[in-house]
């Protein structure tokens, strides 16, 4: 990993994301995609075949699969740290035998059956809280409520991960932004402002993915496409109170604001 937070990549292979979907279907579109992220900074590629958005259609774990398949292929032999992100343990187990850096999964590792599989391998597993059932929500949940939910919800799936056998070393947690917290968009606001006394109550490493979601959206008024600025500064922030990992469509430009505020921060104040 480079110093600083380490930097996972978005590559979506999906018809309906809600920023990209459809653009990187094509096995060599998504590679070339793929190795761009890395060039610009990315220290893991986080490769999903299923989109989460509200309006996404399902995606079975063969189709998942399927489109995959020739991406993570080349991407482990050219020596890529790969992330599955996939919330269908049909998938994860595949995920599982091509050797993969992590897998990442929306809903938080909500297969009990599974674990006995988790606990004998190696991936890291980054584990999301969602106020649906395995991805977004359109229920509108206070920001009052929604962090009190969040540690009830690691307190009890950590308990379960642990108590199967999955070392505590392996876990990432991820509280979840956007539509994944609800309708509401101060929700994700709050959560963010809140991220160092998530980090203290469990003291494990935290992931954050606010690229592009809709609560920054709805703030600027910009499209997926606009929403870079937006972005970033959320990024930035969530480094500061204590974000160890951010997944972002455009680890080049958080990579280079990191590095100016490090040099900015070296020099130190002068009166």
């Known amino acids: 990993m480079s110093a600083g937070p380490g930097l996972f990549g978005i590559v979506n292979i999906t018809e309906d994301s809600f920023s990209d979907g459809g653009r990187y279907l094509a096995p060599a579109v998504a590679l070339a995609h793929a190795g761009r992220l890395a060039a610009y900074g990315a220290d ?6 299923a989109a989460s958005n509200p309006d996404a259609s399902p995606v079975s774990p063969e189709t998942e699969i399927a489109r995959l398949t020739p991406v993570v292929a080349v991407l482990k032999q050219d020596g890529y740290r790969i992330s599955v ?13 091509q050797g993969v850096d992590y897998l990442n999964d929306i809903g938080g590792f909500s297969a009990p059956e599974f674990y006995p599989e988790l606990a004998a391998a190696s991936a890291t597993l980054i584990v999301m809280h969602a106020v649906g059932q395995g991805g977004t929500a359109t229920e509108l949940i206070t920001p009052e409520a929604i962090f009190e939910r969040i540690l009830r919800f690691f307190d009890k799936r950590l308990d379960a991960l642990i108590g ?31 991220l160092g006394e ?11 993915s606010v ?6 959206r709805r703030i600027t008024g910009r499209s997926p496409s606009e929403a870079g ?15 160890d990992y951010i997944r972002t469509h455009d680890p080049g430009a958080l990579k280079d604001a990191l590095s100016v505020l490090s040099a900015l921060d070296g020099m130190g104040c002068r009166a």
């Open 164 to 194: 199967a056998g999955i070392r505590r070393d392996r876990l990432i947690l991820d509280p979840g932004m956007g539509f994944f917290l609800g309708s509401n968009p101060d929700v994700s606001l709050m959560v963010l402002r809140r």
């Open 44 to 49: 893991v590629l986080d490769i999903g075949a």
């Open 229 to 243: 600025a937006a972005t970033l500064a959320a990024e930035l922030f969530a480094v500061r109170w204590g974000a």
């Open 211 to 216: 690229s592009r979601k809709s609560f920054l």
């Open 85 to 97: 992100d996939s919330c269908a343990t049909e998938t994860q187990r595949w995920a599982l035998a």
């Open 198 to 208: 998530l980090k203290a109550a469990f003291n494990l490493p935290l992931l954050v």
